[in-house]
């Protein structure tokens, strides 16, 4: 008679793992447990301000990021990346501040490059001065807040999870469908500019996620994308507000994006596009393009990044 032993089952198998265990582990039970999560970090965060009456505009602002980054990345180290059939963490201080600085500077000179075509379009003309009296909450609210918590859901959460289950090309292809929807509801949206969202900021963003199978630089790229855009004066996905300077649109919507903003222009489509293929390109070449789980053995295992140009298989 054969002795049963440990991790093992009578006749030799290995033990499977209780039911529950691989229903929580199912990445899209995970997906939504993950969201809930975000969702539930996001609203403590706003209710805990409800009872912060007196502070200043700037100094709110600040609380608000502060309190929203900090409770998110409390809950994502503790619960939300241990989460799944592999525990992975898309933000590991290794690396950190190399891939975000990279983030920083392919945003702001992706979205320079966007204004400087528009200004020799005359499509962008600076008209004057602007000031810096907002200076604080344009960096927080249109950038630093909305990179972190954006990239998390859209990339950090959604896409690990929809890329387990259904393979990298369907991550790709949802989130950034859903990407552009969620821009829908934006000041001075039309389904165009939704549409131009999803593929040139839905497409760079993912790529990029992919590329480095980190968060630090889509964060980075979209917070100095949504910078740049605040700081030249032009509308921040339909959210108008008073940059460094003061500037006007003009022109064709189709060049100037019209009021929702050069997001919503061929110049920004065309560059953003462009460059999240040539990255999509670069994970290929990696070996960074998976399959959807029927078709593959086990979860997935992603490399170890620390800068877009150098990567080491784990």
Not at 143 to 161: D, H, S, V
Not at 242 to 268: H, K, Y
Request: charged residues 15%; without cysteine.
């Amino acid at each position: 008679m054969a002795d049963n032993q440990p991790g093992s089952v009578s006749g030799g198998g290995p033990e499977r793992e209780p039911l529950w265990i691989r229903i929580l582990e199912f990445p899209l039970v995970a997906l939504v447990v993950a969201t809930v999560l975000f969702i539930t970090a996001s609203w403590v965060a706003y209710r805990l301000l409800e009872y912060q009456p007196g502070m200043s505009a700037d100094m709110r602002v600040l609380a608000e990021a502060s309190l929203n980054i900090g409770l998110l990345w409390v809950v994502y180290k503790l619960v939300i990346r241990n989460l799944g059939d592999k525990p992975h963490d898309d933000l590991p201080l290794k690396g950190a501040v190399t891939l975000t600085l990279q983030g920083l500077g392919i945003g702001a000179a992706l979205f320079g490059a966007v204004v400087a075509i528009a200004a020799l379009t005359g499509a962008y003309r600076i008209v004057g001065d602007g000031g810096t009296s907002g200076l604080i909450a344009g960096l927080v609210s249109f950038a630093l807040l909305p990179g972190f918590r954006e990239e998390l859901l859209f990339r950090g959460i959604l896409f690990r999870w929809l890329e387990e289950f259904g393979g990298s090309w369907f991550a790709l292809a949802v989130t950034s469908a859903l990407f552009g929807l969620a821009h829908i509801f934006n000041p001075n949206a039309t389904w165009w500019s939704s549409f131009a969202i999803a593929v040139e900021a839905g497409v760079l963003l993912g790529a990029a996620y992919m590329l480095t199978r980190s968060l630090w630089v889509p964060i980075g790229l979209h917070a100095a994308w949504n910078f740049t855009q605040y700081a030249l004066d032009v509308p921040v996905s339909g959210i108008d507000s008073n940059g460094l300077v003061d500037a006007r649109l003009q022109g064709p919507a189709w060049v100037s994006g019209g009021e929702f903003g050069l997001e919503g222009s061929v110049i920004a489509l065309a560059l953003a596009t462009g460059l999240g293929i040539w990255m999509l390109v670069k994970a290929k070449q990696r070996g960074l393009i998976y399959g959807p789980m029927w078709s593959r053995e086990g979860a997935l295992t992603f490399p170890k990044t620390t800068s877009l140009l150098s990567y080491k298989k784990e």
